[in-house]
């Protein structure tokens, strides 16, 4: 239970309390563009896509500005799933935040629905996969733009760039707009685990839900693990990993003799190879300080 030892403090709290608010907001409006007012009439105009992409874009960089300094700004599981998975929030607070993120868009989307009129409300945005397309394609493209996004976030939020100029509130919101804008006609750009779950629930459509936990939790993760690991990784979380993988359960001196009587032959096989290793290891670290002192001494 450590995991869980700071939960009752006001910061935690408030935190929680942000994320349950700015989901609410944020369904709440993205949804509402969903929402196609022409539909009384006889032939009724296509959804705007370019109005929803706009929409839930400007929403996500709105509402990231307002409450970044609060919560983080997550607004969505799979930045918190990302964020847990990098040891950059803890797994009490992720797990709080995912509830509050839950509930919010729940109640974001039965405020929408008990506003809308019923002869207009239709499916209430509630996210669904293209017929002509199957589960395995839908995870597929909630996969790659939940990809796009969580990447923005860990590049754009970057302690360690000294490079960063502009918005990073807006070049998030560009990131959701561009995925809606791009996934609209195949799943209808879910991006957003909670997105998709406040209508599901009001509405009690289920069809395919899944897709949308699966791909974007994935995708999430997917992305901070390519960015914190692989392209910008933490120089002390790379130095303590490089301790902890160099702790072999065979620590041998280099130089001793390894009595094959006391260890099964296979045990001492791979542990005489291991000295030969750290002893080549050690010479080449000798070879290299010798030729590094000579270059000093040249120059000199």
Sequence with gaps: MA?????????FWRAVSGEFLAMIIFVLLSLGSTINWAAKQENPPPADLVLISLCFGLSI?????????ISGA????????AMVATRKLSLAKGVFYLLAQCLGAVVGAAILYGVTPASVRGG????????????????????????????????????????LKGSAALAIGLSVCIGHLFAIPYTGASMNPARSFGPAVIM?????????????????IMAAAVYEYLFCPDPDLKRRYAE?????????????VVDTET???????FMAKQAAIRVLELERAEKKERESAGEVLSSV
Excluded: M
């Excluded at 995991?3 to 910061?11: D, I, L, N, S, Y």
């Excluded at 960089?61 to 300094?69: M, P, W």
């Excluded at 395919?208 to 999430?220: F, Q, R």
């Design 263 to 269: 260890y099964p032959s296979d045990q001492a096989q």
């Design 61 to 69: 960089a709105t509402l990231a500005q307002c409450f970044g300094h």
């Design 124 to 163: 209430l945005g509630v996210t669904s996969v293209n017929t002509e397309i199957s589960t395995g394609h839908a995870i597929v493209i909630e996969l790659i733009i939940t990809f796009e996004l969580v990447f923005t976030v860990f590049a754009t939020c970057d302690p360690k760039r000294s490079d």
């Design 244 to 256: 902890v993988l160099s702790k072999s359960p065979f620590q041998i001196d280099p130089y001793r």
């Design 204 to 220: 009690g459509k289920w069809q395919d839900h899944w897709v949308y936990w699966v791909g974007p939790l994935i995708g999430g």
């Design 74 to 81: 997550h607004i969505n599981p799979a930045v918190t799933a």
């Design 3 to 11: 995991a869980f030892k700071g939960v009752w403090t006001q910061e």
